[in-house]
């Protein structure tokens, strides 16, 4: 019993994992001002497909000898032109909905990619911290032994510089995941961004608890 509900659990697994990033791609899908641009543009021409264009002619009424009286030219009937015009052909509202799938299947397979980026990369930064406090109390430890005369100088300055330039490559690393952030929060108006901020670290501490 205790392995078929291992199973299970092993099998609902990634579906429970992603669902987090499902519904961040979904809200900026919906959001994104350029897909829901070209998508009303598209709307507005499908619900006016026709327009129709009157015009009328007049037609005088003609005398003897070819010649047209003052009275008779006023008497004057109508003849009224109606035309339907398509705004928009089958083949190019095929082609337009074509266009918009494409722009919304390419948009999400990017912010897909952006956003497993975004994660892979705040885990390293997590990882990197706990790495780097172990390697700083390292180098403070044997800080205290040279000054005792117990280690030498030497492994001291190695320790550090390997400390220094591991926090250097940290400190690198923030800022490309500060441009990454930058990228998704640039999917989506200014008004929303704070509400994406806000979901993308609840999906973090969702995975960070997962992890435990």
């Known amino acids: 019993m205790k392995q078929i509900i291992m199973l299970i659990v092993l099998v609902l697994w990634p579906s429970v994992s992603s669902a987090g990033i499902d519904t961040v791609i979904e809200f900026i899908v919906v959001s994104n001002p350029d897909l829901q641009e070209l998508k009303d543009i ?40 109606t035309a339907s015009l398509p ?25 897909a990619d952006l956003i497993m980026k975004y994660k892979a990369e705040q885990k390293a930064i997590t990882e990197e911290v ?21 280690e ?20 690198l690393r923030k800022e490309q995941v500060g441009y990454i952030l930058e990228k998704i929060l640039a999917y989506v108006p200014a008004s929303k961004r704070d509400k994406l901020r ?11 608890k997962d992890q435990r």
């Open 42 to 81: 598209n709307r507005s021409i499908f619900n006016q497909l026709k327009v129709e264009a009157k015009g009328s002619a007049s037609h005088g009424q003609l005398t003897r000898e070819g010649t047209t009286s003052l009275d008779q030219a006023k008497t004057r009937y109508d003849i009224g032109i």
């Open 87 to 111: 705004l928009i052909s089958p083949s190019e509202s095929a082609q337009r909905r074509i266009e918009v799938a494409q722009k919304e299947r390419s948009l999400r397979l990017d912010v």
């Open 198 to 208: 806000g979901m993308l670290n609840e999906d973090l501490s969702k995975d960070s």
């Open 130 to 150: 706990r790495i780097l406090q172990g390697l700083y109390n390292e180098v403070q430890w044997i800080g205290k032994r040279v000054e005792v005369g117990v």
């Open 152 to 171: 030498n100088q030497k492994d001291h300055n190695n320790k550090l510089n390997d400390y220094l330039v591991k926090r250097k490559d940290h400190e």
